[in-house]
């Protein structure tokens, strides 16, 4: 097993666009968190779905959207890009309450 | 709120001398504790927990309740521990939201 899947590597787009990044869990692995990483920061809680079940919800504003597909992949999605959207993005997926985590995709807003 | 604090942004030691890298939070319940590790080029990856009190490359951390901290330390230190070290808070929510704190990048001289 490769680990957990993040598509993709990087992005770059501009203000106001709209971007969706994907992931694939670890086999068996049925829930999956999102983190926004700023650079010089931790990572921040965006979500979490189990089940293909909204589980969590960071302070993100209704921009950021997610949702969970019936093979445990998932979508994360930004609507109107901002500067601020400017980070790594990190998936993680989950079992026994060990999260592994993904490469993350680079997203750059311009 | 729910915090996790890492005071130092960068602990440079010398190989051999004993390494504590620092972590307090701030947490109202019983929360779960971890330290992930993050070394050059890869991905984010657990180093240890609480619960589980193991010793994980030399790596103990304690729960230390009572001045809500969880300091990790290593007698020895090795130049492959240089890398970047982030403490992590669970929340008792089973949302699957880990808090981190901002990370302490350690370096280890020859």
């Known amino acids: 097993d490769a680990g957990v899947t993040q598509s993709p590597t990087h992005l770059i787009k501009t203000r106001g666009q709209h971007v969706t990044l994907r992931c694939s869990p670890i086999?068996?692995?049925?829930?999956v968190s999102w983190y926004q990483q700023v650079l010089g920061q931790g990572p921040q809680f965006i979500f979490q779905?189990?089940?293909?079940?909204?589980?969590g919800r960071g302070n993100f504003p209704d921009r950021f959207s997610a949702r969970q597909f019936p093979n445990y992949s998932s979508e994360l999605n930004v609507n109107a890009l901002l500067l601020g959207d400017s980070a790594l993005y990190l998936c993680?997926?989950?079992?026994?309450?060990?999260?592994?985590f993904g490469p993350g995709t680079r997203l750059t807003v311009l | 709120a729910q915090r996790v604090t890492q005071p130092e942004k960068l602990l440079s030691v010398f190989k051999g001398a004993p390494v504590e890298l620092k972590c307090n939070y701030s947490?109202?319940?019983?929360?779960?504790l971890f330290w992930y590790v993050q070394y050059s080029r890869q991905r984010l990856q657990l180093l240890l927990r609480?619960?589980s009190r193991e010793s994980i490359k030399g790596f103990t951390a304690d729960l230390n309740k009572g001045e809500t901290s969880f300091h990790l330390k290593k007698p020895f230190a090795q130049e492959e521990d240089s890398a970047m070290y982030y403490c992590?808070?669970?929340?008792?929510?089973?949302?699957?939201?880990?808090?981190f704190g901002q990370g302490t990048t350690l370096q280890v001289k020859p």
């Open positions: 779905y189990y089940e293909k079940e909204e589980r």
């Open positions: 993680a997926s989950s079992f026994r309450a060990e999260q592994f």
């Open positions: 992590a808070l669970s929340d008792s929510s089973n949302t699957g939201k880990l808090i």
């Open positions: 086999s068996g692995h049925k829930s």
């Open positions: 609480h619960i």
């Open positions: 947490y109202s319940g019983s929360p779960e």
